[in-house]
T-cell receptor
């Protein structure tokens, strides 16, 4: 069965203290790995797509990387506004289905203190 | 996300009542995904619909839940005879393009069952 596991569940950082979030997956035939950000009371917001091992994507203080079994979301010099829950997801294997049928991890809740 | 409108934002129902959640995707999108986020759990895919067709309902509970996306009007997620375990945030999403895991999510509808 396809699985997505994120760690840690929660992470507290001081402003400027860089760190990484982990997403490990076991899927039969990866068709992309997706990172989302979710603020309290809001819907998830798409951040990155990674398709192959070795691929990297960057956006402001965030950089996502992908290996054959896991992905990392690196946060460099975070600011309080980076506080959110970060979710990773992979498409479920479904014959003839859409890639929008995603299996999400439970997320990492990031808190950045000033 | 302003491109996917959901209503109501909050809905309170007593056990045994019916809940109807509506989703209006941005113009030009003829498909929607519904997801559910239970407290302390991750986002779970429920159903993928195109206009007048259910494409993938592999995540829908077998009883009491139904979804439709008529030719005219919003997509409706209907929950009959609600129970306390149905209390959750229900999100609607559209793909940034066809067949992608890059989704635009709405703000969600939060159902509370008393």
């Amino acid at each position: 069965e396809d699985q997505v596991t994120q760690s840690p569940e929660a992470l507290r950082l001081q402003e400027g203290e860089s760190s990484s979030l982990n997403c490990s997956y076991t899927v039969s035939g990866l068709r992309g790995l997706f990172w989302y950000r979710q603020d309290p009371g809001k819907g998830p917001e798409f951040l990155f797509t990674l398709y192959s091992a070795g691929e990297e994507k960057e956006k402001e203080r965030l950089k996502a990387t992908l290996t054959k079994k896991e992905s990392f979301l690196h946060i460099t010099a975070p600011k309080p506004e980076d506080s959110a829950t970060y979710l990773c997801a992979v498409p479920a294997v479904f014959y003839g289905g859409s890639q929008g049928n995603l299996i999400f991890g439970k997320g990492t809740k990031l808190s950045v203190k000033p | 996300n302003a491109g996917v409108m959901q209503n109501p934002r909050h809905l309170v129902r007593r056990r045994g009542q019916e809940a109807r959640l509506r989703c209006s995707p941005m113009k030009g999108h003829s498909h929607v995904y519904w997801y559910r986020q239970l407290p302390e759990e991750g986002l779970k895919f429920m159903v993928y619909l195109q206009k007048e067709n259910i494409i993938d309902e592999s995540g829908m509970p077998k009883e009491r839940f139904s979804a439709e996306f008529p030719k005219e009007g919003p997509s409706i997620l209907r929950i009959q005879q609600v129970v306390r375990g149905d209390s959750a945030a229900y999100f609607c999403a559209v793909g940034r393009r066809e067949d992608t895991g890059e989704l635009f999510f709405g703000e969600g509808s939060r159902l509370t069952v008393l």
